[in-house]
């Protein structure tokens, strides 16, 4: 039996699902591919191939490892994406949520099913056929919930809007103990760096009380400026356009003091050691060339309780 528990993005990490990239296959069709960084490397010749990716999802297991995770992989399903393990399940206090996704990846749950056998039912709750959620919008924070989301005028528009406003009231009814609050995204189909697939492509809290932004992934004013009073602006990290693509933001909490992120984010680690984390680094850049890093290819089962 695992008793899933998640309070926060960093509190210890005790269990986790992380992604596979065995069995992906070959590089897709551009019609199948539904965000437009994996577009332009399809264009461009330069879409990430397997073995290259094993590799680099292989180094992040073993840093997990190091630190004592028990680390969970998916049943491989052949020629099949189950890289962003994110998306398909997400743990709030103790309940493990079941999203409605991408028709195109209903299958991938299947691919974990042999986890989810081992929650009692009691404890997962299916999301209901009109809400749509993606793990990536979705960040439980001590007494918030912090909700990346469209309103219809850009879900019905956007194959990269991910979240709607059912599924963000489905949360909010769901966990009325915690404050579940939507931040709407800038959405862009074509150009990767006009968008902000989910909410971890351009936030994320680290630590205590600190976090890295991306201000122009939020589609509202009001919307960034509340996480700005929230946090407060000294324990903010933002991150320019150029960083949000590179996906600086989609690092992982291993505990409050341990950030994992991606080797070349030389500028990133450099603010993060003078503030005090001890940085482990990986080489995801092959996995980054389809819009998604190390948070999105994890799925945390089990922190510690603060």
Known sequence: MI??????????????????????????????????????????????????????????????????????????IGNYNQIFSRDIGFVIEDKFIKPRILKDRDEEIQGIQYVIDQIAPENILDVPDDGRIEGGDVMPWKDHVFVGYSEQEDFGKYIVS??????????QKQF??????????????????????????????????????????????????????????????????????EMNSNVFSISPKVVVVEQKFDRLSKVLEERGFTVEKVPYAEISKMEGLLRCSTLPLIRDKN
């Not at 991910?162 to 949360?171: D, P, Q, S």
């Not at 903010?236 to 949000?244: S, V």
Request: hydrophobic fraction near 35%.
């Open 3 to 76: 008793n899933v528990y998640v309070g926060d993005e960093t509190s210890f990490l005790r269990a986790v699902i992380l992604g596979t990239a065995k069995g992906v296959g070959d590089v897709p069709n551009m019609e199948d591919a539904y965000d437009p960084k994996s577009k332009e490397h399809i264009k461009a010749g330069t879409y990430p191939k397997e073995d290259d990716m094993i590799e680099e999802m292989e180094a992040f297991a073993e840093i997990l490892e190091k630190y004592d995770v028990k680390v969970y992989r998916p049943e491989i």
């Open 162 to 171: 991910r979240t709607n406003r059912a599924g963000l009231e489905f949360l």
């Open 176 to 245: 009325p103990n915690k404050k579940v609050i939507g931040f709407q995204l800038k959405k862009s189909d074509e150009v990767a760096k006009d968008n902000a697939l989910h909410l971890d492509c351009c936030f994320q809290p680290i630590g205590q009380n600190q976090a890295i932004i991306y201000k122009d992934g939020f589609k509202l004013e009001e919307d960034y400026q509340y996480l700005v009073n929230y946090f407060g602006e000294e324990n903010l990290i933002h991150i320019n356009r150029d960083e949000m693509y």
